[in-house]
């Protein structure tokens, strides 16, 4: 399968940044989370969220977040990766078209969205390198 996995290489991404990549096609997130997001993310309680499912079982390390960019309304790319756009009231990402908003764990929070950003398949290489797909 064309681009089945991708690379991408971690030491560039600074502590609290986000970057788009393309994999399959679709924007893929990966943020280097800050002490503040990740505690964020823990401390929210699964009863107050439309999609339940703890921050724990979304990453393989707590620091790297890696979820499709892709909301799961009706497929628009969320806002919130790039420096000064909205991240919603949440702290994660914001869909503009219809309003929904995700956590720092890529968790619908508010919204028409019905369930979380997808985590997809992914292996960390190194401390330095992740495989997606």
Not at 7 to 27: D, F, H
Not at 111 to 124: D, E, I, Q, R
Request: aromatic letters at 6%; a positive charge.
């Amino acid at each position: 399968l064309a681009l089945a996995s991708i690379e991408v290489p971690l030491a560039p991404i600074q502590v609290g940044q986000a970057i788009t990549v393309k994999w399959r096609g679709k924007a893929t997130f990966v943020r280097h989370r800050t002490k503040e997001e990740i505690e964020a993310a823990e401390k929210v309680a699964l009863r107050d969220l439309p999609d339940p499912q703890p921050d724990s079982a979304r990453v393989k390390k707590p620091e790297w977040l890696i979820v499709l960019g892709v909301c799961t309304h009706l497929g628009c790319v969320p806002l919130g990766t790039k420096v000064g756009e909205p991240r919603g009231d949440y702290g994660g990402w914001f869909c503009p078209c219809h309003g929904s908003h995700y956590d720092t764990s890529g968790r619908i929070r508010k919204g028409p969205a019905p369930a979380n950003l997808p985590v997809p398949t992914y292996t960390f290489l190194s401390d330095s390198l992740v495989k997606i797909g």
